[in-house]
């Protein structure tokens, strides 16, 4: 009686594992998704069309959500209820990492698939700027040091007033919100280094390094600096009609609206194609694309479409993201990727 009884549970249990396998099958997805970066969006979006039309498999769905929400997407989970992968335009933090394993996203690879330069732009109708760093910082921090060297609210309200070489028009400037990597790639690139050279506030980092850091990633909420959201396309239209506003956002968006915009000179160095590709403009960063392995052979296509993002054909220095505005990375490094992806080699957390 004992032995059937415990026949009996197994035969149960195989038959509750049947179904749960049957309510997996059914929830099964057949097209891979991504979010994240509104920046990396354009050229992820590029490869999935080119993927799309190989016939193999369906054209992957990808959604603008910004960096820090794609990755707080992505880290949440693995099954199909879950994205497959992530756009980020800065690298993914240890943090992220740490959620992403506490909530089993064990396997992530991560690929470098270019550079972008991050431009300080306006309308075509707009006055020229050419600025540095510092002056970016106290036009656009939430507090700058007064006469006596002690925190005030920003006081600026026009260009001019910070230098006299400066645009004689308002401190308007649209921006990324703080889910965006772009912003944290300009508060990195742009706001500390900016403030870094102002005397008083190098002095505070050597006093109080926390204070410092909360000085330099503070940007003002007095209208000085608007939160655009993540839809770049967005700040462009807004641009145009406002010519004497400012945007901040990824190469790729002035590079496909220069017939409306232009970039602002930034240490000296215009946004272009080519200095941004030799590291002389001063604010540009890497961009990544974020996999989850445990998906692969779950999600159909997985491999492919890593395979089909680092070809030559597409972030090569004459494939159709460099088309788009993506800046392609040097030979041996576009290797190394290539390697990455097709073994789906997963990171750690060292060095994050």
Known sequence: MKINSVLGAVAAFGLAASALAGTALAQSRE?????????????????????????KFKTPVVESTGTGG???LFCAGVGVAHPDGANASRRIKASEFDDCQKNGVKDIVELKVGFDGIVVANSKKGPDLNINQTQLFLALAKQVPGPDGKLIAN?????????????????????PPPTSGTRDAFLELVMEPGALKVPALAELRKADSKAFDVVWKSLREDGGYI????????????????????????????????????????????????????????????????????????IPGMKEFAAEYTSDKAMG??????DKG???????????????????????????
């Open 317 to 322: 220095e004459d494939g159709y993201l460099a």
């Open 31 to 55: 097209q891979i998704r991504f979010v994240g970066s509104s920046t990396v969006y354009p050229f992820t979006t590029a490869v999935a069309e080119q993927f799309g039309k190989g016939g």
């Open 326 to 352: 993506l800046i392609p990375l040097p030979k041996d490094q576009r290797a190394t990727v290539g390697k990455v992806a097709a073994e789906m080699s997963v990171i750690g957390k060292e060095g994050l």
């Open 70 to 72: 794609g990755l707080k």
């Open 227 to 298: 939160d655009a959201g993540e839809n770049d396309n967005l700040i462009v239209q807004k641009l145009e009609s406002n010519p004497k506003a400012f945007g901040i956002f990824g190469y790729s968006f002035l590079e496909e609206n220069t017939a409306k915009i232009k970039g602002a000179t930034v240490a000296g160095q215009q946004p272009t194609f080519e200095l941004i590709a030799s590291g002389k403009y001063p604010v540009s960063r890497p961009l990544f694309v974020y996999l989850k392995k445990q998906h692969v052979g779950v």
């Open 155 to 175: 006081p600026y309200k026009s260009w001019n007033q910070i230098d006299a070489s400066l645009p004689n028009e308002p401190i308007e400037v649209l921006g």
